[in-house]
């Protein structure tokens, strides 16, 4: 098997194990046992288990992302366009870390905020890259979608450590929506 076959493998067999049992309760030994790979194995595509879940949800990411640009409604205004594309990515970020990790392991995890801060990180890249390469968006400067990127990601993360039911987090959602998201939008666009 090449190497692209073995990294999808252990990537498809984490993915269903953390959405199953969770991040914090899958080992590695059963990841090596459902991709059907030696423990070794693993360790020689991914440094760590933690890496297999970065790399599991950054790709989640990137394809939601590019799935909601090109389902996007070419007669919606800018402002339209950019508060669709920052409360889907939030409700699809949210759901992932939900899914994949698990909130008892971001809220009780010694790494869990080293972990969220990277991915946070590297979701405000993909976001901001994804902006600027959009037509819409061309004239808009670079360090106002930054800053759009970073308020948004900041609220919507804030989510994970301050909502204790679902019901909380769809509160929050809209005021977010509803309260903020207009506020943050209207400077970047003039």
């Not at 990841?31 to 297999?52: G, L």
């Not at 205004?77 to 970020?93: G, N, P, Q, W």
């Not at 992932?96 to 990790?101: L, T």
């Not at 019901?167 to 939008?185: G, W």
């Amino acid at each position: 098997m090449d190497a692209d076959k073995i990294q999808l493998s252990i990537k498809e067999a984490s993915k269903e194990l953390f959405r199953k049992f969770g991040y914090h309760k899958t080992s590695v030994n059963e990841i090596a046992k459902k991709s059907r790979v030696a423990k070794a194995t693993i360790y020689k595509y991914f440094e760590s288990k933690e890496i297999i879940l970065h790399e599991i949800l950054m790709d989640h990411l990137a394809l939601s992302l590019k799935d909601l640009v090109t389902k996007l409604h070419p007669n919606i205004s800018k402002e339209e366009k950019l508060k669709l594309l920052i409360l889907k990515t939030s409700r699809v970020s949210y759901t992932i870390c939900s899914e994949f990790i698990g909130w008892d392991f971001i809220r009780e995890s010694v790494n869990s905020q080293d972990f969220l801060k990277n991915l946070s990180n590297e979701l405000e890249i993909l976001l901001v890259n994804t902006f600027i390469s959009l037509p819409d968006f061309k004239d808009v400067p670079l360090e106002k979608i930054t800053y759009l990127m970073k308020a948004c990601k900041a609220i919507t993360f804030s989510f994970a450590f301050t909502s204790v039911t679902v019901s909380d987090v769809r509160k929050n959602f809209i005021s977010f929506e509803k309260d903020i998201l207009p506020y943050l939008i209207q400077p970047v666009l003039s």
